[in-house]
C-alpha cells in the first residue's frame, strides 16, 4: 500500500472544516502547511509527475465551482441519456503506467476535496431539474481506494438511498469493499471493479491489489447484494497478452458468481494524444507507452487489425462463461 | 551538480573552505566558485539581487545542466518565535514574499538529517518587533501572526530559480540568527552559526538528485541509430516516430541487439517513397 503523506497541504479557508481536521488526524506525522488555494501548489510550472510521486502530498482544498462534468467520449456512458461524472479527488495513490492522469495533471499531488455538502446540493439541483442523472463517482482518481481516510464512498451511498433518481457508479481496482459492506445494497449504485491479469497487474499496475484479492472483494459484493460491473480495461498487447487475457476470461468465468454480474466490459487502450506526448516525456520505462499506436480525432489507439483481433480474442474467450447480454464493449 | 547560492561572505565563507571552491571566471557581475562539479554563488543582499545572481548563473549552464543540477540557498533569517533558539535549521517549505503577497512552495521530497521545516518571508528591509530602530522597518505581533522566520532573499532565490530548473530540484534552508531585536548580525557570528551546519550539510549538498539517473537508452542506443542515420534525409517527425519505435524495442527486448537495416538498402534510397518504405520496414521490425 501507500506510504503515508510527508507533507499536507491545505486551503486556510478550510483549515478548520471538520472534515479536514479528521482527516489530519489520521496522519499525526505529515507536516501541516497552509496554502491559499490548491492550484497555487497543483498547477505549478514545470513540476515533475514521476519525482512528484515517488513521494505524494496530500492538498486538501474546497472545491469552489463544477461539481458535475459531463462524462468524456472516452469512457461508456452505459446509454444514460444524463451521464456526469464528479471529482471529489484528483490524482489516485496506484500508480498503473497506462494512466492517463499522468498526462492530465501537472502533479502527482493527491487533492482531497472537503466540502461534499457543496457536491451534494449540486447533484440534488440538477436531478430536480433533469429527473435523473448517471453519475460515475470515481473519476479522476480510485475514491473507494482512499477510503480509509476519506469515506466519501460511503456518504455517496447514503445520498443515493434518499435520491432514487440518481444512480452511482463507482469504479476501483482496490480491496476496500469491507469499508462499505455494511451499507445496505442500492440497486441504483454499481460497483464496478476494474481487473487485470495477474502478471499485467504485477508489471503495469504498480501498488494495487492482487487479481484474486479484487475477485475476493467482487465476490462478497456479489453475495451481499450488489449490482457489479467488471471492466477488462484497458486491453494492453503486452507480450503474450491473448494467452494472459484468455486465462483471465477463464479465471473469472470459474471464480466469479455470475448471479449479481450486472455485465462485464472490455475496451483497448486508448488515450489523447497529448497526454501520451507528456507521459513518455517523463515515463520513458514502460513500453505499452511506446506502442506504434495509430492517431484518430486526437486520440492514440491500437491499430485497426490489433483492435480486431482483441475484440476477437475477448468475445471468444468472454462468451465461453458469460450470456452474450452481459458482455459489453466499452471503447475501441 | 550542486549549485549554492548565499547572500554574503560571512554566510558562505565555512563553504568555501570545505568545497575548496576557486572563482569561476565568466562575464558577469556576481561572485561564482566552483570546485569540479559545484558551484557557490554570493548574490549580495536583498531579493533583487538574489534573483539576478540566480538568472546569470542559469545562463552560463545548458537545460540539460539545469535539469540535472540541485540548487540550493542557504543562509541566515530572524525568528519571530523566542522560542527557537539561535542556531536551528530549518528547511523551508512555504515562502511569501511581503511585498507581493506571493506565495510559493518549495517541494520537500528528498529526505534530509536536518528535519525541522518551516515557513519564511521575504521583506524588502531589515524587520524588528522593537519599535523605531534605524533602517529596520518595525512590525507588530498581529502584523508577524503565522510568520516563523524572516530574510531578505528567499521570494527572490525561489522565483528566479523555478524559471530555471525543475521545482524539485531546488531546496532553500535557513540558521535562525536572531529573534528580530533590530541589531545587524555580526560577520564572525554568521560565520560560526553557518560552519556549524557545514560538516552534516555539505555531503547532503554533493550528493547527485536520487532521481538524476542516467537513461541508457540515450548513452548506448539512440547515438548507434543517430550515426547510422546521419546520412539518410529523415523529417524530423521521422526521428521522433523512430526514436520511439527503438526505445519500444529496447524495452521489449532488454538484452537483444538493435535491429538496424542492412546497409545496402539505406544506399539503394533513390526517392521519397524508397525512404518511407524502408522507414515503414524498419519501424515494423523494431515492434515485433
Ligand atoms: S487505479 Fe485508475 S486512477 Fe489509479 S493509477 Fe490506476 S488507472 Fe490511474
Redesign the interface.
Same mark, same amino acid.
Given at each position: 500500500m501507500f506510504k503515508t503523506f510527508s507533507h499536507i497541504y491545505i486551503e486556510e479557508n478550510i483549515k478548520d472544516h471538520f472534515r479536514t481536521k479528521e482527516i489530519l488526524a489520521r496522519f499525526p506525522n505529515s507536516i501541516p502547511i497552509l496554502i491559499r488555494h490548491y492550484k497555487d501548489s497543483f498547477n505549478r510550472n514545470s513540476q515533475n509527475f514521476r519525482i512528484q510521486k515517488e513521494s505524494p502530498k496530500l492538498i486538501l482544498a474546497e472545491k469552489k465551482e463544477n461539481f458535475l462534468y459531463p462524462g468524456s467520449d472516452f469512457s461508456p456512458n452505459f446509454s444514460h441519456p444524463h451521464f456526469y461524472y464528479n471529482t471529489l479527488a484528483l490524482n489516485c495513490i496506484y500508480d498503473c503506467e497506462y494512466c492517463y492522469l499522468q498526462g492530465m495533471f501537472p502533479s502527482a499531488n493527491l487533492v482531497l476535496f472537503v466540502n461534499w455538502e457543496d457536491f451534494f446540493s449540486a447533484t440534488e439541483e440538477f436531478i430536480e431539474k433533469n429527473k435523473s442523472l448517471y453519475l460515475a463517482l470515481s473519476y479522476d482518481t480510485d475514491l473507494l481506494a482512499l477510503e480509509s481516510f476519506f469515506p466519501a464512498t460511503k456518504e455517496w451511498l447514503k445520498f443515493a438511498e434518499l435520491h432514487p433518481n440518481l444512480s452511482l457508479e463507482i469504479r476501483t481496482k482496490s480491496t476496500n469493499y469491507g469499508q462499505i459492506a455494511k451499507m445496505k445494497p442500492n440497486p441504483n449504485v454499481i460497483l464496478a471493479w476494474t481487473v487485470s491479469p495477474q502478471a499485467i497487474i504485477e508489471k503495469v499496475e504498480h501498488g494495487t491489489p492482487s487479481l484474486q484479492a479484487r475477485l475476493k472483494s467482487i465476490n462478497q459484493a456479489i453475495s451481499d447484494g450488489w449490482k457489479v460491473r467488471i471492466c477488462i480495461d484497458p486491453i494492453l498487447r503486452v507480450p503474450d497478452w491473448n494467452t494472459h487475457y484468455q486465462s483471465l476470461a477463464d479465471i473469472l468465468g470459474k471464480e466469479l458468481k455470475m448471479d449479481g454480474l450486472t455485465d462485464i466490459s472490455f475496451g483497448g487502450f486508448r488515450m489523447n494524444i497529448d497526454f501520451l506526448k507528456r507521459i513518455t516525456e517523463v515515463r520513458k520505462d514502460s513500453s505499452i507507452l511506446f506502442h506504434a499506436f495509430e492517431k484518430k480525432d486526437k486520440i492514440v489507439s491500437y491499430s485497426k487489425l490489433e483492435t480486431e483481433e482483441i475484440l476477437e480474442l475477448m468475445s471468444t474467450s468472454l462468451n465461453k462463461n458469460f450470456s452474450p447480454s452481459q458482455i459489453k464493449v466499452s471503447y475501441f | 551538480m550542486s549549485a549554492l547560492f548565499f547572500a554574503v561572505l560571512s554566510e558562505a565563507k565555512s563553504w568555501l573552505e570545505r568545497s575548496q571552491a576557486k572563482p569561476f571566471s565568466h562575464s558577469g557581475k556576481f561572485r561564482i566558485f566552483k570546485n569540479e562539479s559545484h558551484f557557490i554563488i554570493i548574490s549580495g543582499t536583498g531579493k533583487l539581487s538574489m534573483a539576478l545572481a540566480v538568472s546569470e548563473f542559469a545562463h552560463t549552464l545548458s537545460k540539460e545542466e539545469r535539469n540535472q543540477m540541485k540548487i540550493w540557498n542557504l543562509g541566515i533569517a530572524g525568528s519571530n518565535n523566542q522560542e527557537i533558539p539561535l542556531g536551528d535549521f530549518f528547511w523551508i517549505?512555504?515562502i511569501t514574499d511581503a511585498a507581493s503577497g506571493r506565495?510559493f512552495?518549495p517541494?520537500?521530497?528528498m529526505g534530509s538529517q536536518f528535519k525541522k521545516?518551516t515557513?519564511l518571508k521575504t521583506f524588502d528591509k531589515p524587520i524588528t518587533k522593537e519599535k523605531k530602530v534605524d533602517r529596520f522597518l518595525s512590525l507588530t505581533e498581529e502584523e508577524l501572526d503565522?510568520v516563523s522566520l524572516i530574510d531578505m532573499e528567499g521570494s527572490g532565490f525561489f522565483e528566479a530559480a523555478?524559471l530555471y530548473?525543475? @521545482?524539485?530540484n531546488i531546496a532553500v534552508g535557513k540558521v535562525v540568527s536572531d529573534h528580530l531585536e533590530g541589531k545587524f548580525c555580526q560577520s564572525e557570528n554568521i560565520e560560526m552559526m553557518m560552519e556549524k551546519i557545514l560538516n552534516p550539510l555539505y555531503e547532503e549538498w554533493i550528493s547527485p538528485l536520487p532521481?538524476d539517473r542516467v537513461?541508457p537508452?540515450e548513452t548506448n542506443d539512440w547515438p548507434i541509430v543517430e550515426t547510422f542515420i546521419q546520412d539518410i534525409r529523415l523529417t524530423e517527425t521521422m526521428k521522433h516516430d523512430l526514436k520511439?519505435?527503438v526505445?519500444?524495442f529496447r @524495452?521489449?527486448n532488454p538484452d537483444s541487439l538493435l535491429p538496424l537495416p542492412e546497409t545496402m538498402l539505406k544506399n539503394n534510397l533513390k526517392s521519397k517513397t524508397d525512404l518511407k518504405q524502408f522507414f515503414d520496414d524498419w519501424?515494423k521490425s523494431l515492434?515485433v
Open positions: - | 517549505h512555504k506565495d512552495y517541494d520537500r521530497i521545516e515557513n503565522g523555478s530548473f525543475p @521545482l524539485e532521481w537513461d537508452f520511439k519505435s526505445r519500444f @524495452l521489449r519501424r515492434h
